[in-house]
Nanobody
């Protein structure tokens, strides 16, 4: 079992920034992703990154505002969130995939094997 722990959530005003981090053990063995879920809605893909860091991909609603990165030497995956909007309010989850993700499996929750417990991000208007 891989333990995935998120950190960095909080309350911020619209237009502000937050940085989320995730630190699974043996990070270089996994493709990683961030998802979010707000009450009454399905879990939504936010961003993903290949195990080498050479490939990144984003959900349409966050393109140009969010940036995913990883440092395998430090076992850390980060999600830099800029220009936050009230609609970004959600619980954010970090997820790890032991298999290499391609195509539509990159942004599908069932493509990932291990999940964190989530961290709350609240954006006030």
């Amino acid at each position: 079992q891989v333990q995935v722990i998120e950190s960095g959530g909080g309350l911020v005003q619209a237009g502000g920034s937050l940085r989320l981090s995730c630190a699974p053990r043996a990070l270089s063995s996994y493709d990683m992703g961030w998802f979010r879920q707000s009450p009454g809605k399905e879990r939504e893909f936010v961003a993903g990154i290949s195990r080498s860091g050479g490939s990144t991909y984003y959900g349409d609603s966050v393109k140009g505002r969010f940036t995913i990165s990883r440092d395998n030497a430090k076992n850390t995956v980060s999600l830099q969130m800029n220009d936050l909007k009230p609609e970004d309010t959600a619980v954010y989850y970090c997820a790890a995939s032991a298999g290499r993700l391609i195509g539509s499996r990159r942004n599908a929750p069932d493509g990932y094997d291990y999940w964190g417990q989530g961290t709350q991000v609240t954006v006030s208007s």
